[in-house]
C-alpha cells in the first residue's frame, strides 16, 4: 500500500488489510505500506488517522512510516497505490514490465477502470479521515476476498 507520506492512507490500508487477513483466517499474505516520500520515515501514522482507524476497531500505532525502494517490487506481487500521482512516482521507479504490471489503483478493486483515487485527508477535517476509512476498507474488504 502506497501513499505519498505514508501517515496517512497507506498505514491505513495495511492495518485494515491485515485485520481482515487475520480474521478470515488467510495465510501467506504480507501486508506493508509506504510512502513515495522521505518526509515520515520512522513516524507513526496521523494522529487523526489513528484516531479514525480505532474508532473503527483497528489498530496502528505499531506502524511506522517508510520510502517505497525499488526492492519493493521484488518483495510483493502486488503494489497499490492511493492516487494517479503515487502511480507516478512508482512507475517510475520500474526496472521493466513485470514491476509495472504490479501497480495499480487501490480503488480499482472497488470501481474497476474508473481509475479513482484515495483523497488525501491530511489537509482537510475529521470528515476526510471518515470518508477515506470508507474508501479503503470496502476496497480491502473485496481484496481480502479475492485472496482466500
Known amino acids: 500500500m502506497v501513499c505519498l507520506g505514508n501517515i496517512c492512507r497507506s498505514p491505513l490500508a495495511e492495518g485494515i488489510l491485515r485485520q481482515k487477513i ?71 521507479l520500474a526496472r521493466n514490465n513485470e514491476d509495472k504490471n504490479k501497480v495499480e489503483l487501490l480503488l480499482n478493486i472497488t470501481h474497476p477502470n474508473n481509475n479513482l483515487g484515495v483523497p488525501d485527508p491530511y489537509f482537510g477535517g475529521a470528515n476526510g479521515f471518515e470518508d477515506v476509512y470508507i474508501l479503503v476498507d470496502a476496497a480491502c474488504e473485496k481484496l481480502s476476498d479475492s485472496l482466500r
Open 22 to 92: 487475520e480474521e478470515k483466517e488467510i495465510d501467506n499474505v504480507f501486508v506493508d505500506s509506504c510512502g513515495t516520500s522521505d518526509y515520515h520515515i520512522g513516524q507513526t501514522p496521523d494522529k487523526r488517522t489513528q484516531d479514525n482507524a480505532i474508532k473503527h476497531g483497528t489498530d496502528l500505532s505499531n506502524l511506522r512510516g517508510r520510502q517505497f525502494a525499488q526492492s519493493d517490487f521484488d518483495s510483493f506481487d502486488k503494489i497499490f497505490v492511493m492516487d494517479s500521482s503515487n502511480k507516478e512516482d512508482v512507475l517510475a
